[in-house]
């Protein structure tokens, strides 16, 4: 699998400028409404393992789904809080939502794809399909 870093090389000073004033002068950087969880993504001979950094949320929050080799991660939590006092009532709420999206090779194994959520960390194992792990080198002798 393959992460490519999207870049605007039509016009990459006015996407920086962009980037810059959303996420900094307007203080959206460290956000919640900005914010998409950080994905790592490893490879070895027999799977990927993914592994999205999602603290606070509850397994329950999540909703995997795989559409065509495209797996979508996503997450929707509201809260609301109420306190009642003598003379005044105090309400908040929160909402956080995000959906990540990757498109999956050809050689995952789409039946066996599992996952696990723990300490703040959702884990997806997806498996290589047999055929598609790497056989080690073999000698053929000359007859």
Known sequence: MTLVKRNSSLFPTFSSIFDDFFTNDWGLKNSPLATVPAVNIRE?????????????KNKEDFNINLDHNVLTISSESKNEKEEKEANYTRREFSYSSFQRSFVLPNSVDSDKISASYENGVLHITIPKKEEAKKKPVRTIEIA
């Open 44 to 56: 070895d001979e027999n799977a990927f393992a993914v592994e999205l950094a999602a603290p606070g």
